[in-house]
T-cell receptor, first 112, second 115 residues
Framework: DSGVTQTPKHLITATGQRVTLRCSPR?????VYWYQQSLDQGLQFLIQ???????AKGNILERFSAQQFPDLHSELNLSSLELGDSALYFC???????????FGQGTRLTVV | AQSVTQPDIHITVSEGASLELRCNYS??????LFWYVQSPGQGLQLLLK??????LVQGIKGFEAEFKRSQSSFNLRKPSVHWSDAAEYFC?????????????FGTGTQLKVEL
């Protein structure tokens, strides 16, 4: 158990819908990262928050957004969903002193 | 921009045999390098990491990796593979973002272990 909690584990939704994925980082970790894993794109970095502020951005679509709340949990919002958004979404956490990232079990999103 | 190449998509080894998974990276500065393992339906577990210092690093489950700057490589090795090592292995390079590292992953190597 990495200490990073992601909910829900599975999500099935229709095209055009909006969903929210939630991540609780390990106790004490200030950074939260979001990654997408799909068959055609592999594992891709989406976005990072550090102590509530956006710190780095990767290949995140404009339809996607994220935020980190004062209690350090984070949410990834995916809107106007398309079939191609079906993927495993991972959250990871870490901090500036401990530079490795610890990954959650992921949320498997299926868009039908 | 950083990149990682894992040239072997699939590897099959017999239980008890040695293993080497290849990883080449591209990064402008001294890299932070990682190997993660993913079992079916599971998240990513860190096997080992290299930040600086000794170029041979030891990890969990009997794995080790050697950083070779001249070859831009960070190959993962295990002297004797167990059936439970069957999984997908990802090499990653980290770019420091001030609050940690954003990771660029390779495409992964799927390891199959024959009994």
């Amino acid at each position: 158990d990495s200490g990073v909690t992601q909910t829900p584990k599975h999500l099935i939704t229709a095209t055009g819908q909006r969903v929210t994925l939630r991540c609780s980082p390990r106790s004490g970790d200030l950074s939260v990262y979001w990654y997408q894993q799909s068959l055609d794109q592999g594992l891709q970095f989406l976005i990072q928050y550090y102590n509530g502020e956006e710190r780095a951005k990767g290949n995140i679509l404009e339809r996607f957004s994220a935020q980190q709340f004062p209690d350090l949990h984070s949410e990834l919002n995916l809107s106007s969903l398309e079939l191609g958004d079906s993927a495993l979404y991972f959250c990871a956490s870490g901090n500036s002193q401990n530079t490795e990232a610890f990954f959650g079990q992921g949320t498997r999103l299926t868009v039908v | 921009a950083q990149s990682v190449t894992q040239p072997d998509i699939h590897i099959t080894v017999s239980e008890g045999a040695s293993l080497e998974l290849r990883c080449n990276y591209s990064y402008g500065a001294t890299p932070y390098l990682f190997w993660y393992v993913q079992s079916p339906g599971q998240g990513l577990q860190l096997l080992l990491k290299y930040f600086s210092g000794d170029t041979l690093v030891q990890g969990i489950k009997g794995f080790e990796a050697e950083f070779k700057r001249s070859q831009s490589s960070f190959n993962l090795r295990k002297p004797s593979v167990h059936w439970s090592d069957a999984a997908e292995y990802f090499c990653a390079v980290g770019a420091f973002t001030g609050g940690g590292n954003k990771l660029t992953f390779g495409t992964g190597t799927q390891l199959k272990v024959e009994l």
